[in-house]
């Protein structure tokens, strides 16, 4: 059984979805609908409210994405970027292990990301410096960078 949590962020609404007691979605939604909240629905909206107030948020709920193994692979890897901080894809392959040339690959595990904020695909950047791709959109990656880091440009 699925229970969701609508929550109502400064830049659009997000959609929460929690299966056996663990987060498996969070997606920015058009629409809002009834929530149906469990324990870790409330933790995540806690976590959120944490996030949102310009604080780093602490440890994730517990969460169980849906994914290949090198998806999962690069989302965990997402969890080592710190709060306020960002890093390159072809760095993200390296901290992993793996050549800068993997960067692309990297990015494409990057993109399908079910738990963004949680898992913090927005903190990955282009070699430039500058915010690249985001599926919902850079107006919302640049304001989750400055979020976390009021001198990002």
């Known amino acids: ?32 609908g009834a929530d149906s909240p469990c324990p870790v629905l409330t933790e995540a909206k806690a976590w959120l409210d944490r996030y949102f107030e310009g604080s780093d948020p602490g440890p994730i709920p517990q969460c169980d994405p849906k994914g290949t193994l090198f998806q999962k ?15 390159s894809y072809a760095e993200l392959a390296v901290s992993m292990g793996l050549s800068p040339r993997h960067a692309r690959a990297i990015g494409g595990a ?10 913090p695909c927005h903190r990955v950047i282009g070699a430039s410096g500058k915010p690249t791709g985001y599926a919902y959109g850079i107006e919302r ?13």
């Open 1 to 32: 059984m699925n229970n969701v949590l609508f929550y109502r962020s400064p830049i659009g609404v997000l959609m929460l979805t929690a299966q056996n007691g663990a987060l498996v979605s969070a997606v920015f939604s058009d629409e809002a």
């Open 73 to 87: 692979t690069v989302w965990d890897a997402l969890l080592s970027i710190p709060y306020g901080k960002t890093t």
């Open 110 to 119: 990057v993109g399908k990301n079910p738990l963004v904020l949680f898992y």
């Open 141 to 153: 990656k640049l304001a989750l960078l400055k979020t976390e880091r009021k001198d990002f440009t």
